[in-house]
């Protein structure tokens, strides 16, 4: 069984911070990429940060130089430090693997909203 639990969300002003967390059950969170994806209003989910299970990272050129994804493999958590926020960044939150290997391990999301 695989289970991804998002949490840090919240309703923040356009310039502040926000930090997600994503706690994995199961194995897969560790032998495979993570990423965090984002589903903006009336919008398609979209990949904004991945990790590999090296460490090495990518990020969507639209949060390229403030979102920081990190992992520990150990504790089967993914974070992602989002700074310097806009009301762009407005969504819906999920941690997944990549690829997403079933539909049913996306978790419920957490939201954030950037709104002045």
């Known amino acids: 069984q695989v289970q991804f639990a998002e949490s840090g969300g919240g309703l923040v002003q356009p310039g502040e911070s926000l930090r997600l967390s994503c706690t994995a059950s199961g194995s897969l969170a560790s032998i495979y990429t993570m990423a965090w994806y984002r589903q903006a209003p009336e919008k398609p989910r979209e990949l904004v940060a991945q990790?590999?299970?090296?460490?090495?990272?990518n990020y969507a050129n639209s949060v390229k130089g403030r979102f920081t994804i990190s992992r520990d493999n150990a504790k089967n958590t993914v974070h992602l430090q989002m700074n310097s926020l806009i009301s762009a960044d407005t969504g819906v939150y999920y941690c997944?693997?990549?690829?997403?290997?079933?539909?049913?391990?996306w978790g419920q999301g957490t939201q954030v909203t950037v709104s002045s």
């Open positions: 990790i590999t299970t090296s460490h090495s990272t």
């Open positions: 997944n693997t990549v690829p997403v290997l079933s539909p049913r391990y």
